[in-house]
């Protein structure tokens, strides 16, 4: 019986253990997350998701209260489409969190950023330019295209110096979506080092519409790699979204995967960037309490545990801290809604919206609680203390059972004696 550890990732002269850990943004998938996984011989992701934030947290800059202070006179007004991002402060905040993650980096596997594409922020060309560029500039191993998948983004660093250099992959749900991909890109000569093929049962957004149920990771990912093999391309293959145990990866990899990517299992360990209160609340949720629904402004379906205080709130838009999703006309679905709401309750001190969500304010506060489907399961990984709290995971533990275990198996971890105790 084979477990993981009996394959290899292959990225150019990178020999690696196939498992990749998703970009959970915003600073979910921490930079200590993704510094272990490349410890340990894998490959992890930062997330380039709302940086500005993520730096004023990291490193004690002031990006986001400088944005807001310079539109503030702008807050009450429905038209966003003066709230611009400053191109040289998104430079220099992607900088410093890429350089400083990559100054700790240690083992023999790969830090990439996981970069959102429909993170818009009233400009998405330029400011798609500047994330791509500056990441390569500050060292990163690789770039992942996630979230939206812009046609044009490899165009946008052709001229970039570490454009054949860096690894560069993309996410795709479908092989149509990876068909438009390569025949956009064909004149560059330059394919992706890998493809994520990300599947129904993924958290977050989704490339399926509300009908996800009826497809299977498995049949996407053979009917793209028949396609890959009749044009012969080789191009790694990454499955991702509902892969559980080392066994469900064997699966894929026994079938001509390259690796695969997975994020759930890592949502509760000790390196994760969510607050430990929250990752409490991921061990609760029952298979019941996870939903897809349609409140992200995006457009996309999102997955999510239906306890998401970020749910139904009626935050006034942020958009002058953040407007991380003002399209390139400076519009956003939940400010319409918002406005919406405020208009048909005028007596109202605070609204509630349910059908969208201001969904930059509530992930940086992390108060939309994005899963997989099989977060559930969660549970199951580890060990329940006397007070009924779970026992937080190492990012090694979960590593090592994806790479080791067998038969369907998880491997616990053992019980920690209390602090103090």
């Given at each position: ?107 023999s596997g790969l830090v990439f950023i996981?970069c959102m594409e429909k993170l818009t ?229 605070r609204v509630s919206v349910m059908d ?66």
């Amino acid at each position: 019986m084979k477990a993981l550890d009996d394959f290899r990732l292959r990225l150019g002269r990178h020999e690696l253990v196939p498992i990749m850990i998703g970009g959970m943004g915003v600073d979910i998938s921490s930079s200590d997350l993704a510094l272990e996984a490349a410890r340990l011989g894998g490959v992890g992701h930062i997330s380039d998701a709302m940086i500005k934030t993520v730096t004023d947290r990291r490193y004690k800059t002031k990006y986001v209260k400088a944005k807001q202070a310079q539109y503030k006179y702008n807050v009450d007004s429905p038209d966003k489409s003066a709230v611009k991002f400053n191109l040289g402060d998104l430079a220099e905040a992607t900088r410093l969190h890429v350089e400083h993650t990559m100054s700790r980096k240690t083992g023999s596997g790969l830090v990439f950023i996981n970069c959102m594409e429909k993170l818009t922020m009233n400009a998405p060309k330029e400011t798609l330019a500047v994330r791509l560029a500056s990441a390569l500039d500050a060292g990163i191993d690789g770039i992942t295209l996630a979230a939206g998948l812009h046609l044009g983004s490899f165009a946008l660093i052709e001229q970039h110096p570490r454009f054949r250099d860096a690894k560069l992959g993309i996410i795709v749900s479908s092989l149509r979506a990876l068909q438009l991909f390569l025949k956009k890109n064909a004149r560059l000569n330059r394919l992706p080092d890998y493809v994520v093929v990300e599947g129904p049962l993924a958290g977050g957004h989704l490339g399926f519409g509300m009908d996800w149920a009826q497809y299977d990771l498995a049949t996407i990912v053979a009917e793209i790699r028949a396609w890959l093999a009749q044009e012969q391309l080789d191009i790694p293959l990454i499955p991702a979204g509902g892969i559980f145990t080392g066994t469900d990866a064997v699966s894929y990899l026994e079938t001509g995967s390259a690796a695969v990517q997975v994020a759930t299992r890592f949502t509760v360990a000790k390196e994760c960037g969510l607050p430990a209160k929250v990752q409490q609340e991921y061990f609760k949720a029952d298979e019941d309490d996870i939903e897809v629904n349609q409140i992200s402004p995006t457009g996309y379906p999102m997955r999510m545990i239906k306890a998401s205080p970020g749910i139904g709130d009626g935050i006034r838009p942020n958009c002058e801290a953040y407007g991380y999703l003002l399209d390139a006309n400076g519009k956003c679905a939940y400010i319409d809604a918002w406005n919406r709401e405020v208009a048909a309750h005028p007596e109202a001190k605070r609204v509630s919206v349910m059908d969208k969500t201001c969904l930059c304010t509530h992930m940086r506060n992390f108060a939309i609680w994005t899963c997989g489907q099989t977060a559930w399961r969660l549970k199951d990984t580890s060990v329940q203390r006397g007070d009924g709290s779970y026992q937080l995971l190492s990012a090694e533990h979960v590593f090592r059972d994806y790479q080791f275990s067998t038969g369907a198996k998880i491997a616990l971890p053992e019980l920690e004696a209390a602090a103090g105790g």
